[in-house]
């Protein structure tokens, strides 16, 4: 390789016009749209040297974007024999695509050795509309793949770059038509007319606007090892490292006013709980002494620490009242719920109590109650969930308390369902309960949350270890 990579990327530039990789005339695309300039990168196959000095430039590209990624996979067919040849070279295995799903044998769409959670590079020729690539990246991420990065020889400048960004992946082209269009105008090999031509007629033919795609994947049945490298959280990771570690998704709703009951039943059940879930208001004798203990029995028990406040102010109210007051609920709860009726700003009056705080918190954002005839309407919930996948703080969100389990698709959060007991008769309070096995299960839950069928029993510790078992044994099944 040259060490001037403007130089080679001219020389590139003109060995594909001299093999006829770029036509000028009037041609049709894909789409059935004329156009004045065809780039045809399939004929490259046929010219090796082309096709090794593209395959080293494309190598240093991709270093030098500093791109993380564990697999390639090139959008079929054209860009299959460049992402074979980078595979090759950087030795990172490969992923193929496949148009249409087989019809015998395994039937897979994506071809190769992968697990969900790992992530993939793609590698395309020309981004015109950006609709050949979302339809890869569409496959791959209802695998569970993470797809972060798309490397692209030529970029037409027609839209197609924002539709893919807008879809979560980051867009590095090698070339831009424009600079393409520029090295060979100096090389002489176009002249000024063809140049002002092909420039309007970009300008004047943008790609429309692409929607988000969501993924179509079903989280329900990935397990807690894959949602761990698609979570965007810091401390629901740190959550999931703890469900894997200790194989549980319990957690204690530990529902006492008096603090030796709750430090007692933390004791007992801590080595069966993921999480132990507070509300500090009905504690009749609070005090800083509860906040250490507590604090020292997550750490001997490993779980962490919810406190479920439900905020519902206003973001400056909101951040005096999780980082002040007599609580201080900041300093010591990993986690916290919210509702999300204030809207996104209720997120930035929580973050802005931590004051930049090293320490890991985050969030859990209430989407459905558990209380019979609850005032949540469908839509509001559906609001919920766009609040999240929209915020610039979506990475403060560890996960979301609801009842149904197409709530949560993004297989990076976590759902945490309460209303959660074996027997299930009611409190007569309008509480709604289902067993262990249908809230993993059938609601989907992948942290269930017990209170009062864990509280109430002779012997916590055993009641606790009896519900770790049931919830467990449900993910298990769940997801085989
Ligand atoms: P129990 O299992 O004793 O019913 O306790 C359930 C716990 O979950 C309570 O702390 C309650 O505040 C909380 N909760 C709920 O029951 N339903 C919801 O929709 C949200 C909750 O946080």
């Known amino acids: 390789m040259v060490a001037d990579s403007s130089e080679v990327l001219k020389t590139l530039a003109i060995k594909l016009h001299e093999i006829d990789a770029i036509k000028f005339g009037n041609f049709q695309t894909k789409s059935g749209l004329q156009t004045p300039i065809y780039f045809d990168l399939r004929v490259i196959i046929a010219h090796p040297d082309v096709m090794d000095l593209l ?30 040849l980078l595979s090759s070279k950087q030795q990172k295995p490969m992923l193929i695509r496949r148009k249409e799903a087989k019809s015998y044998g395994t039937k897979k769409l994506i071809e190769g050795k992968f697990g969900a959670g790992d992530s993939c590079l793609i590698i395309e020729d020309i981004i015109t509309s950006g609709s050949s690539i979302l339809e890869t990246v569409s ?3 209802a695998e569970g793949i ?21 879809n979560g992946v980051r867009v590095h082209s090698l070339f831009k038509i424009s600079e393409f ?9 176009i002249d000024d007319v063809c140049v002002r031509e092909i420039s309007e007629y970009i300008a004047n033919n943008q790609a429309s606007v692409k929607q988000k795609e969501e993924p179509t994947i079903d989280r329900t049945k990935l397990s807690y090892e894959a949602r761990l490298k698609l979570s965007k959280s810091p401390i629901a990771k740190d959550l999931l490292q703890i ?26 059940a801590g080595p069966y709980i993921c999480v132990l879930k507070t509300h500090i208001d009905i504690i009749d004798d609070f005090n800083d002494e509860f906040v250490r203990s507590l604090t ?5 028990h490993n779980f962490l620490i919810m406190e479920d406040r439900k905020f519902a102010d206003i973001g400056n109210t909101v951040s005096l009242q999780y980082g002040s007051g007599i609580f201080h609920i900041a300093d010591w709860a990993h986690l916290v719920t919210v509702h999300s009726l204030t809207g996104p700003s209720i997120l930035q009056g929580l973050k802005n109590a931590l004051n930049g705080s090293s320490e890991k918190r985050g969030v859990f954002l209430l989407a459905e109650l558990s209380s019979a005839g609850s005032l949540i309407t469908p839509s509001y919930t559906e609001s919920t969930m766009k609040l999240v996948s929209s915020s610039p703080d979506a990475d403060f969100v560890a996960g979301i308390v609801c009842q149904t389990k197409g709530v949560v698709q993004d297989p990076g959060l976590l759902q945490l369902t309460p209303g959660c007991k074996i027997d299930t008769t009611t409190d007569g309070l309008g509480q709604q309960y289902n067993t262990p096995a249908y809230v993993v299960k059938e609601k989907g839950a992948d942290i269930a949350v017990v209170g009062r069928g864990i509280l109430n029993a002779k012997d916590i510790r055993a009641t606790a270890e009896l519900y770790r078992d049931q919830l467990w044994t449900a993910y298990c099944e769940r997801i085989n």
């Open 146 to 166: 993470v797809v972060n990065d798309a490397i692209v020889v030529i970029d037409r400048e027609q839209g197609g770059a924002a539709n893919i960004t807008r």
């Open 296 to 300: 020292a029995l997550a750490a001997k």
């Open 181 to 189: 269009l520029g090295i060979l105008r100096s090389a002489n090999r």
């Open 139 to 141: 496959d791959l991420r």
């Open 55 to 84: 395959a080293n430039l494309l190598l240093n590209f991709v270093e030098e974007q500093q791109v993380e990624y564990e697999h390639i996979c090139g959008v079929p067919y054209t860009a299959l024999p460049i992402a074979t």
């Open 243 to 268: 469900i894997i570690s200790k194989k549980t998704n319990l957690c204690l709703a530990a529902d006492s006013n008096k603090t030796v009951d709750i430090l007692n039943a933390a004791d007992a």
